[in-house]
């Protein structure tokens, strides 16, 4: 194969799989927040925050991913 | 519905599918005016990225002011303005890189009078890159189209913001009521970024110190983002210099301003800890800091540019599908191109209020963690009463909140 349909193919590659990794976390993070907010109500408030500012931390892990799939098909 | 967008979720893997399997050829694609890689590189990458001109398209595209700083062929360095990308390439000691070089070999430059014409003609000088004919540019400070619509965006921040200062300092507001949709919606905003964002994270009253920078930051990169929406306009925040900038300001802040304790911490590792867990440590903190503050500045740029790349990309699956398998087949894609585009859309208004909140909320935190003072005497009553500090340990606090009691 050639260089390029390589690199094409790592790039689609990796898009999928970063997105697997980011679903799996933030699912995670949201199903246990929600249990979270369930159990005690109170907290809902606290808990929605934490739960944004932890998605975005969890978001730039993916964003990292994609930048790079994208330099891999743009530089290319 | 739902089987109604399934249905339509096949239809479209149905008619990409048939586009992987009959493969576009390249001969038929060259025969349009549009060829898939034109769309590609000059529409869907040029409309996203920035540039050297305003995109009025119907209305043409005025093109910026280029500047730029060059080492000339007897190695002095010197300054070269022109009008225009056109003028710079007619007049300038300038050629267009042909598309496919890499720009350093001088052989591949595109400089005759004929041939510049004609990639003028098609508008190939705004989407490829120009360099010096003798010599080489060192820097190039063109005025882009994300820097005059951040201009823009922090001239209507300015706007919004010195009318509101002269009403409540005329007592509208502070005496009274607030008046009006902008000054209450404003003031809403203020205030939740006041309570729920400066305060719980940074420690005692030294979030007054910080609150100027948040609220800067916010509604800058607020106004930022909702220019993205904006016909004509774009995004200046997806644009990785411009976020950046603004990832680099919460860091400086975060060292100018750190605590003899943070540095502590930072330089020699946690306190009782062996030494050889130092060595470890040390390193991995400071990586730790520099890598979160360039996260922030790539969570952002990366979200406002998907945005933007995924709406031009499922409109210009359209003009692909009229490419590659002719016109009936585009106009059956922009039904569904145009319907979630205008699904994206919302979404990314929704995307452009929480990252600017995620951006400030995490600059707040960061300079929370960076200027905390650890107590030593009176740790145990400390730990206890903070409801503040750094993330951990407000997610312990959640976390001891949430927590059934053990039976």
Redesign the interface.
């Known amino acids: 194969m050639e260089p390029a349909a390589l690199a094409y193919l790592a790039a689609g590659l990796g898009a999928g799989i970063a997105a697997i990794g980011a679903g799996i976390g933030i699912g995670w993070l949201a199903s246990s927040s929600m249990e979270?907010a369930a159990?005690?109500p109170?907290?809902a408030g606290?808990?929605r925050?934490?739960m944004?500012?932890s998605a975005?931390?969890i978001?730039?892990?993916a964003?990292?991913a994609?930048?790079i799939c994208?330099l891999l098909v743009?530089l290319v | 519905m739902i089987a109604r967008l399934r249905a339509f979720a096949v239809v479209t893997l149905l008619v990409l599918g048939g586009g992987l399997v009959a493969g576009p050829s390249p001969a038929q694609a060259a025969e349009g005016e549009f060829t898939l890689e034109s769309i590609v590189n000059n529409t869907i990458l040029g409309h996203a990225t920035d540039g050297n001109y305003l995109n009025l398209e119907p209305f043409g595209s005025p093109e910026l002011p280029r500047i730029m700083l060059v080492r000339t062929a007897d190695g002095s360095l010197s300054l070269d303005a022109y009008g225009s990308t056109k003028s710079m390439l007619r007049n300038g000691p300038y050629g267009l890189v042909a598309h496919g070089a890499s720009g350093e070999g001088h052989g591949d430059l595109v400089t005759d009078e004929a041939a510049l014409d004609e990639a003028i003609a098609a508008k190939e000088h705004l989407h490829s890159g120009v360099a010096r004919t003798s010599g080489h540019v060192v820097a190039d400070f063109s005025i882009t189209r994300h820097l005059v619509l951040s201009l823009l965006a922090l001239l209507i921040v300015t706007g919004i913001f010195l009318t509101l200062a002269r009403r409540y300092r005329a007592g509208v507001g502070r005496t009274e009521a607030p008046k009006g949709t902008l000054q209450n919606m404003m003031e809403v905003m203020v205030i939740f970024i006041r309570d729920e964002i400066a305060k719980p994270n940074i420690q005692g009253e030294k979030w007054r110190t910080f609150l100027p920078y948040l609220l800067t930051s916010f509604f800058f990169i607020l106004v930022a983002n909702i220019l993205g929406l904006v016909p004509f306009a774009g995004a200046p925040t997806s644009n990785i210099a411009v976020t950046g900038v603004l990832a680099f300001m919460t860091f400086a802040i975060g060292l100018i301003y750190g605590s003899k304790d943070h540095y502590l911490e930072l330089l020699t590792g946690p306190p009782d800890a062996p030494a050889f867990v130092r060595v470890i440590l040390v390193p991995i903190e400071i990586i730790g800091l520099v890598m979160r503050h360039l996260a922030l500045a790539i969570r952002l740029f990366a979200n406002m540019l998907g945005g933007s790349l995924i709406i031009f990309s499922l409109l210009g699956l359209v003009f692909i599908m009229n490419v590659v398998f002719g016109a009936a087949a585009a106009w059956g894609t922009t039904v569904i191109s145009i319907g979630f585009t205008v699904f994206i859309l919302l979404v990314k208004l929704l995307v452009a209020f929480i990252q600017a909140y995620v951006f400030t909320t995490l600059s707040a935190l960061f300079i929370g963690m960076s200027v905390e003072e650890h107590h030593h005497d009176d740790h145990e009553s400390e730990e206890t009463a903070s409801h503040g500090g750094d993330l951990e340990s407000r997610l312990d606090a959640v976390e001891d909140a949430v927590e059934p009691t053990p039976a």
């Open positions: 979270g159990r005690q109170d907290a606290d808990i925050g934490l944004i500012v975005a931390l978001e730039g892990v964003l990292f994609l930048i994208l743009v």
